[in-house]
């Protein structure tokens, strides 16, 4: 059995291994974090893109409640708020209802009182870039349309920061496993003396933010099926479906 160090502070259970390796050995043995005090408030942090690409894209599970997930993973703690960064999609000639679907599940966000959606933006524009040429031959190159996700992430750092520069939350959660949401982790651990967890969307927990978290999760198909939202929602517009293709 494996034994779990106590920390006097927080009353949690921390698995007693510092390094990466001993932590991804935890994580092997589904080793992970327990708050015992429910009342310890929680505030949890989705990189939307990350959590999609991460667990969701090619999957029936997208039509997720994020509230529904922390319930199931964070049974003990107190969920005060989820705050969802994203951005809105355009439509493409292969995929016409993409904004239509996301336009949908965003009104399903709505639904949930604890949870606040904040947007960044797509940049598109066109860019040279090289194709892949056999070895010996010219290198050859192609004007492409190049669509880059902007301030979901540099949304998420300042929100986090400031919400544990406010006093907002004894624990935060991150759902995301960029690497990049190292140093405003770092600075609401060591400086502001937070808890910081993170459920990741990813087969692989990033070695980069490892070393510097208090517990870590693994998102499963089996905790995703669980947290779906109903196919039929009401809200003050109406009664709205699942997208049909989703």
């Known amino acids: 059995m494996t034994r779990w160090a106590k920390s006097s502070r927080l009353d949690i259970d921390i698995p007693p291994v510092a390094s990466v390796a001993g932590r ?3 994580l092997q043995m589904g080793g992970f974090c327990i ?8 505030n949890v942090y989705i990189d939307g893109f990350n959590l999609y690409y991460g667990a969701l894209r090619n999957t029936s599970y997208r ?25 809105l999609v355009s439509a493409r000639p292969s995929d016409l209802d993409q904004p ?11 639904t949930l009182p604890k949870v606040s959606v904040h947007l960044g933006h797509f940049l598109t524009h066109e860019v040279t870039m090289a194709l892949v040429v056999p070895s010996g031959q010219p290198q050859k190159y192609a004007r492409v349309v190049k669509t880059e996700e902007k301030g979901s992430d540099v ?30 982790i770092k600075i609401v651990r060591q400086d502001l003396n937070k808890k910081v967890g993170i459920l990741n969307p990813h087969p ?13 999760k693994q998102i499963r198909p089996g905790v995703l099926r669980a947290a779906q939202f109903p196919v039929t929602l009401t809200d ?3 009664t709205f479906t699942k997208p049909p293709r989703w």
């Open 24 to 26: 991804e050995a935890a």
């Open 35 to 42: 708050f015992r005090r429910a009342f310890l408030n929680t």
């Open 63 to 87: 039509w997720l409640n994020p509230e529904a997930l922390c319930q199931l993973l964070l049974p003990r703690n107190t969920i005060a708020q989820i705050k969802y960064f994203t951005a």
């Open 100 to 110: 239509v679907r996301q336009q949908l599940y965003l009104r399903a966000l709505a």
């Open 155 to 184: 949304n998420l750092a300042t929100h986090l920061l400031h919400d544990a520069h406010m006093g907002r939350f004894d624990v935060a959660v991150v759902i995301s496993n960029d690497s990049d949401l190292l140093e405003p």
């Open 204 to 216: 692989n927990p990033s070695r980069a933010l490892l070393p510097h978290i208090d517990f870590i």
């Open 236 to 238: 003050a517009h109406g």
